[in-house]
């Protein structure tokens, strides 16, 4: 069970060039690590862009952004260039990340039950522990809400 405190469970996977990714290569930097069901979606994509219009504050505050869901890196690469996101997107297509960080839940819409990403963000600090965990995180003024809670760190 993920707790706050603890180190935030390592990995490795494939961003929007296919480029692996470890986690553990930004210790000495702060990380929001933030997973989100489904690229080019109406809340993803507000989520996504807020982040990215504030990469320059959270640059200023030694902190990177990681979006991942299970989409392709192709997918990822066509959400970035036609919204021009700044983000790392990271592709998690086999659900492993996912279930590390406990986001792969079972979801109701409409009456059906479906397992998906429940959208959630973790803050993990410059020595690679968890400070901050938010599931079911509302899209739309996350990205502001994070960078409040960056500067307190």
């Not at 069970?1 to 000495?28: H, I, N, V, W, Y």
């Not at 983000?87 to 109701?108: A, F, M």
């Not at 410059?126 to 502001?144: C, E, F, N, S, W």
């Amino acid at each position: 069970m993920l707790q706050l405190g603890s180190a935030a469970p390592d990995f490795s996977l494939p961003d929007s060039d296919m480029e692996t990714l470890k986690l553990s290569k930004f210790r000495g930097k702060k990380v929001v690590l933030y997973f989100y069901p489904k690229d080019d979606t109406p809340g993803c994509t507000v989520e996504a862009i807020e982040f990215s219009d504030l990469e320059n504050e959270f640059i200023k505050h030694n902190t990177i952004i990681i979006g991942v869901s299970k989409d392709d890196c192709m997918s990822h690469a066509a959400f970035r260039d036609k919204h021009g996101l700044a983000v790392n997107l990271l592709s998690d297509e086999d659900g492993k990340v996912c279930e590390k960080y406990k986001v792969w839940q079972e979801k109701e819409k409409d009456g059906i039950k479906k397992m998906g990403i429940m959208r959630s963000t973790f803050v993990i600090d410059t020595d690679g522990i968890l400070r901050h965990m938010q599931y079911g995180v509302v899209a739309k003024g996350h990205a502001a809400e994070i960078l409040t809670l960056i500067k307190t760190l």
